[in-house]
T-cell receptor, first 114, second 109 residues
Framework: ETGVTQSPTHLIKTRGQQVTLRCSSQSGHNTVSWYQQALGQGPQFIFQYYREEENGRGNFPPRFSGLQFPNYSSELNVNALELDDSALYLC?????????????FGPGTRLTVT | ELKVEQNPLFLSMQEEKNYTIYCNYSTTSDRLYWYRQDPGKSLESLFVLLSNGAVKQEGRLMASLDTKARLSTLHITAAVHDLSATYFCAVDEDNDMRFGAGTRLTVKP
């Protein structure tokens, strides 16, 4: 059973640019959730994708968007980057077909916006 | 609005001592999760608690859930240095996972 992977591991962007982060879900999982974790804080829920549809969204502006592909991998896109977008971005995969909804987290992508 | 509050936020313990981290939440959800995070690392799942009265133990950690009080506890028994990390509780409601602010645990000799 392969784990959750994310790419890239680190990224530096300039304010106003756009970024795409990628996540491969764990084998057998059909749900991917994305989180933003600022330094010293708990993860903040961005959105969740289930079977290629957005299935829930946190309090993030529309410039945060995502996709889920038929193989259940996912992308997080952030447009018009702001300095406050600097954070660790975590994706987590799970299976909504299982009662526990337990999520398995990837290693994260550290985004720095200058 | 779903709120999750942890306390304490910082905890410095001596080895071999016992302590408890508390997680209060505002929803009626009965899905409560505990995670561990080491500095610069991702989150590691510790426990999933799915019903009132659920208790789970792994090594020196034991988690419990009281859905009526909307309270979960993470009890640490005879702490050792390897337990130093940040511990998060999280509650899942309607496809929205909310995390507490985390408890930064330091175990000192």
């Amino acid at each position: 059973e392969t784990g959750v992977t994310q790419s890239p591991t680190h990224l530096i962007k300039t304010r106003g640019q756009q970024v795409t982060l990628r996540c491969s879900s764990q084998s057998g999982h059909n749900t991917v959730s994305w989180y933003q974790q600022a330094l010293g804080q708990g993860p903040q829920f961005i959105f969740q994708y289930y079977r290629e549809e957005e299935n829930g969204r946190g309090n993030f502006p529309p410039r945060f968007s995502g996709l889920q592909f038929p193989n259940y991998s996912s992308e997080l896109n952030v447009n018009a980057l702001e300095l406050d977008d600097s954070a660790l971005y975590l994706c987590a995969s799970s299976s909504r077909d299982r009662v526990t909804y337990e999520q398995y987290f990837g290693p994260g992508t550290r985004l720095t916006v200058t | 609005e779903l709120k999750v509050e942890q306390n304490p936020l910082f905890l410095s313990m001596q080895e071999e001592k016992n302590y408890t981290i508390y997680c209060n939440y505002s929803t009626t959800s009965d899905r409560l999760y505990w995670y561990r995070q080491d500095p610069g690392k991702s989150l590691e799942s510790l426990f999933v608690l799915l019903s009132n009265g659920a208790v789970k133990q792994e090594g020196r950690l034991m988690a419990s859930l009281d859905t009526k009080a909307r309270l979960s506890t993470l009890h640490i028994t005879a702490a050792v240095h390897d337990l130093s990390a940040t511990y998060f509780c999280a509650v899942d409601e309607d496809n929205d996972m909310r995390f507490g602010a985390g408890t930064r645990l330091t175990v000192k000799p």
